[in-house]
């Protein structure tokens, strides 16, 4: 069973940057569709962007440009870099991955990491 386990949330001003980090514990990452959503008070979690096995990213309208995801080497820790960030990026932050598994597909949430964005 592959565990998530976020970290990197907290208090930043506009304008300011965080990193987000998706640990894997169980499983190498290399055969995952990895992805980070985000869900604001009130609101339905959301798809910000996405890391499939191939390597290719896609982002939400709404971060395109400001927002990087990313891989380590190692391929057991994901990334999301986020960069002029605004109020409207305040919201809990998931890491989420999904994987073959024989017939069928496996997939795993963490636990979230608050991202508030305010002055």
């Known amino acids: 069973q592959v565990q998530f386990v976020e970290s990197g949330g907290g208090l930043v001003q506009p304008g300011g940057s965080l990193r987000l980090s998706c640990a894997a514990s169980?499983?190498?990452?290399?055969?995952?569709?990895m992805a980070w959503y985000r869900q604001a008070p009130g609101t339905t979690r959301e798809l910000v962007a996405v890391?499939?096995?191939?390597?290719?990213?896609n982002y939400s309208d709404s971060v395109k440009g400001r927002f990087t995801i990313s891989m380590n080497n190692r391929k057991t820790t994901v990334y999301l870099q986020m960069n002029s960030l605004k109020p409207e990026d305040t919201a809990v932050y998931y890491c989420?991955?999904?994987?073959?598994?024989?017939?069928?597909?496996?997939?795993?949430w963490g636990q979230g990491t608050q991202v508030t964005v305010s002055s």
């Open positions: 989420h991955g999904k994987a073959a598994y024989g017939t069928g597909s496996r997939e795993s």
């Open positions: 169980g499983s190498n990452l290399g055969l995952w569709n």
């Open positions: 890391i499939n096995v191939a390597g290719r990213r």
